[in-house]
């Protein structure tokens, strides 16, 4: 751990280390980054500070990360991105969206789903809306393909991130990633029936 604290410096770890012990769960490394898994229900549940940086570059971004894998039988994919110049394009020439609804929801994340109305039931829950509107996520994904922020769903399952293009900074900043994982999986279970 002496490697970690001069990677990220003293004040971090002990942040981590507090989150670990409030959810019950480990605080782990993975090529430098940190993260800490621990269960919630039957689901085991990973929240996580990831550098991306580009090959053959120096540009690297900074993203907080909760993630939890499932078994999905109604194979619900969703994603819910934040609106910008490049979902103005696509809304153009490719794919509108979806809007539930809610005007500020609506207003700034762009949505698709293989199954709208599947979709607009989860996304019906007042409590997880004001959850995503305050934690104001850059991505978020139910997926079973593709390899995201280092992390590749198990045969079978599926998986939901969620993502913020962010600097870690603090124990809120974990709890608000916690509250909108836990959020979505409570809906997710209720009406998807997710296990």
Not at 50 to 62: A, F, I, K
């Amino acid at each position: 751990m002496a490697v970690l604290e001069s990677i990220f410096g003293k004040r971090q770890k002990p942040i981590w280390e507090e989150f670990a012990e409030q959810k019950n769960g480990v605080l782990k490394s993975e090529s430098g980054d940190l993260f800490v898994e621990y269960k919630y229900l039957d689901f085991i549940l990973k929240i996580k500070n990831y550098n991306y940086t580009v090959v053959g570059s120096s540009y690297s971004e900074s993203y907080m990360i909760g993630m939890a894998e499932f078994f999905h039988p109604t194979q619900l994919v969703l994603e819910i991105t934040k609106e910008d110049w490049c979902t103005g394009i696509v809304k153009v020439f490719k794919n509108k969206g979806m809007k539930i609804g809610n005007s500020e929801f609506d207003k700034r994340f762009y949505i698709t789903s293989n199954k709208e109305l599947k979709a607009r039931t989860v996304l019906n829950d007042k409590s997880l809306l004001e959850k995503i509107i305050s934690f104001d996520p850059t991505r978020i994904e139910i997926t079973n393909t593709g390899k995201f922020f280092g992390e590749i769903p198990s045969k079978g399952k599926y998986i939901l991130y969620c993502a913020k293009k962010e600097e870690f900074k603090d124990l809120k900043q974990l709890n608000e990633i916690h509250l909108v994982l836990v959020s979505f999986i409570e809906n997710l279970k209720e009406n998807c029936e997710i296990k």
